[in-house]
């Protein structure tokens, strides 16, 4: 196994135990550490695909699990902010749509013999999701030393509603252009 690909499967590895600091209160400064969690998670995304393409490491199993580490990460994080009452379990139906249908195209088409990569709606889908979770944790940090007034509380709830929603809509934009990309998969599937 490659280094890229080994620091894809680190990305899975972290998950549960940013999930673990983000829910877990009574961890002190429990914010700080899912943030650190997330923000090593996060550079691991952007090594392991930088790596690969500078020194030819590319493979199949890299484009299929780096997404997928991805999706694991963040649909988490989303999860876990249902959790805490942050954002409404309709976001995360969105993206579990998104992220259910592209990885069914993704299977139709392994099953032919093609690998899909990401597009750039994808990727900038991705990042605008991970902003997002990192303006909410950042939040999170801010409370956990300071306390807010009214209307700081009400600035950054405007703030990170308003960065989630937009991750929401770039979600289903990349998915309607990943569908329209790759309709051809689905007429044909077998």
């Known amino acids: 196994m490659n280094l890229p690909n080994k620091l894809t499967l680190m990305r899975i590895i972290l998950v549960p135990f940013f999930v673990a600091a983000l ?19 996060s ?8 790596i690969a393409r500078k020194y030819n490491m590319v493979t199949d199993f890299g484009k299929f699990a780096d997404p997928l580490a991805d999706k694991i990460l963040v649909i988490s994080a989303f999860a876990c902010f249902v959790e805490l009452d942050i954002v409404s379990s309709v976001f995360v139906i969105i993206v579990l749509f998104r992220e259910f249908t592209v990885t069914s195209i993704r299977l139709v088409a392994a099953e032919n013999g093609k690998v899909v ?17 990192i303006v909410v944790l950042l939040y999170g ?6 306390q807010l007034g009214d209307n700081a509380v009400f ?8 960065i989630l929603w937009l991750s929401a809509l770039l979600t289903v934009i990349s998915g309607v252009i990943y ?5 051809g998969f689905i007429k044909n599937a077998k």
Not at 24 to 40: C, D, E, M, N, T
Not at 43 to 50: A, E, N, P, Q, R
Not at 117 to 133: E, R
């Open 141 to 146: 940090v801010v409370t956990d030393f300071t």
């Open 23 to 41: 829910l877990i209160s009574s961890i002190p400064y429990h914010y700080i550490i899912a943030l650190v969690i997330f923000a090593v998670a």
């Open 117 to 133: 990569a990401a597009n750039i709606w994808g990727k900038a889908k991705t990042v605008s999701q991970m902003i997002a979770i």
């Open 43 to 50: 550079i691991t995304d952007m090594l392991d695909g930088k």
């Open 179 to 183: 569908i329209k990309d790759n309709f």
């Open 155 to 162: 600035v950054w709830t405007i703030i990170q509603q308003s």
